[in-house]
């Protein structure tokens, strides 16, 4: 079956670093997507992997290893506006997204 | 963006009822999707359509039709509602075979009593 699995919510302080893990397992593979969704609001995009390696975007990066099948979602200077919840979805071989149930992050002052 | 709109944006029905959510979108994406969300399952998807003549059946699909009625319209009807339909469902649209990221509506919230 097609898994994919992130931690439900995690805690970090105003300012600090926080990694988002995503692990997957899926039927094919075109890239993994990470998208931003504050509660009650619909995801917007934030970034795209398709190959190996870091791919930084202003405060926040992603990573990816094919063969690991392992994702995550780095922030950086973390702000208040920031929590919200942390989607990761995999395209697969027929460009499907399988999506993750999402980490909520809560920012603390 | 796709510009994706979605109504109404809160429904409250009851059993029994047939409903109809509407969205379209303005910049002529081939793919739309129909997604409901609950509450710690994360995104679930209902139907996907790849153009006007293509409907596919997603993930839930039982309790539940859909219409392609043009490129920008993708309506999802509920026949017969029943309380566990009761989430918060997202329209999304995307260019065809690429990896362009999908793109969301602002989404309906229903509730079925």
């Known amino acids: 079956g097609q898994n994919i699995d992130q931690p439900t919510e995690m805690t970090a302080t105003e300012g600090a670093i926080v990694q988002i893990n995503c692990t997957y397992q899926t039927s094919g593979f075109n890239g993994l997507f990470w998208y931003q969704q504050h509660a009650g609001e619909a995801p917007t995009f934030l970034s795209y992997?398709?190959l190996d390696g870091l791919e930084e975007k202003g405060r926040f990066s992603s990573f990816l290893s094919r063969s690991k099948g392992y994702s995550y979602l780095l922030l950086k200077e973390l702000q208040m506006k920031d929590s919200a919840s942390y989607l990761c979805a995999v395209s697969d071989s027929n460009y499907q997204l399988i999506w993750g149930a999402g980490t909520k992050l809560i920012i603390k002052p | 963006d796709a510009d994706v709109t979605q109504t109404p944006r809160n429904r409250i029905t009851k059993t029994g009822k047939r409903i109809m959510l509407e969205c379209s979108q303005t910049?002529?994406?081939?793919?739309m999707y129909w997604y409901r969300q609950d509450p710690g399952l994360g995104l679930r998807l209902i139907y996907y359509s790849f153009d006007v003549k293509d409907i596919n059946k997603g993930e839930i699909s039982d309790g539940y039709s859909v219409s392609r009625q043009a490129q920008a319209k993708f309506s999802l009807s509920l026949e017969s509602a029943i309380p566990n339909q009761t989430a918060l469902y997202f329209c999304?649209?995307?260019?065809?075979?690429?990896?362009?990221?999908?793109?969301f509506g602002d989404g309906t919230r229903l509730s079925i009593l």
């Open positions: 910049k002529g994406h081939d793919r």
């Open positions: 992997n398709v």
């Open positions: 999304a649209a995307s260019v065809s075979r690429s990896n362009q990221p999908q793109h």
